[in-house]
């Protein structure tokens, strides 16, 4: 499934991930990429090297502790963090290792809530500092045109979506800033599960979402 991956981690982003200085609900996705990614997971490494000093130095920072735990733990045991590849073949979970750990299951433990047209969320339980959020996009529907105010990073775990960029299968990763404005509309064939992780809230064109966004925390 790795070699099917087309779109990756920044630098910027592994770098920090290394460091232990990315909001919670990052650092959950871009250890779900990486569990997925063996390109992303050797790119990590040759980070490590260098991000091991950086750790020493950002001890002291104000990081949350859990996600620097969740993040040490990650690094120092790369086994666990390459285990999903295989564990997902052998027990069929649509969830990585770090997701399911996470959540405390595969997909049957996750509690949806509607968002209309057919797309339902789940919040995930993290730092305020950034929102993670499970979304399910059924078959040929799509995520409201929206542009972004802060990093909006989204992690395809079942089917497919495309956008203005391009087209997205389970293991891509796309990173998405103030420059992007997009429609994520999901492919006929299934319907789109994706982890999304946002710092700021969503820009929103149209006005039913924009009314609607207080509710959804999007
Ligand atoms: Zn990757
Ligand atoms: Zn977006």
């Known amino acids: 499934m790795t070699d099917t991956i087309e779109h990756h981690l920044t630098d910027a982003l592994l770098m920090a991930y290394s460091a232990g200085t990315l909001p919670e609900a990052f650092n959950l996705t871009v250890a ?11 790119r990590l490494g ?5 991000g091991g000093a950086l750790i020493e130095d950002c001890i002291e920072t104000d990081v949350a502790p859990d996600s620097l735990d ?6 120092n045991n790369p086994a666990k963090a390459s285990e999903p590849v295989g564990a997902s073949r052998a027990s069929d979970c649509i ?19 509607p968002v209309g047209m057919g797309v339902k969320q789940a919040i995930l339980p993290t730092s305020k500092e950034a929102t993670a959020r499970l979304l399910f996009i059924p078959a040929g529907a ?9 990093t909006e990073l989204t992690l ?18 796309e990173v998405a800033d103030e420059d992007l404005n997009h429609t994520p509309v999901a492919d006929i064939g299934a319907d789109c599960i994706c982890l999304a992780a946002t710092d700021a809230p969503l820009r929103f064109k149209g006005l039913l ?8 925390k999007i």
């Open 32 to 42: 779900t990429h990486v569990s997925m990614c063996d390109e992303c997971r050797a």
């Open 46 to 50: 040759a980070f490590d090297t260098i």
């Open 70 to 75: 969740a993040t040490l733990e990650l690094i």
């Open 95 to 113: 969830l990585p290792a770090p997701l399911r750990d996470y959540i405390g299951g595969d997909l049957s433990a996750v509690k949806w809530k």
């Open 142 to 150: 799509a995520v409201p045109d929206h542009g972004h105010r802060g």
């Open 156 to 173: 395809v775990l079942q089917g497919a979506f495309a956008d203005e960029t391009d087209r997205f299968a389970r293991g891509d990763i």
């Open 209 to 216: 979402p924009r009314l609607m966004q207080p509710f959804l």
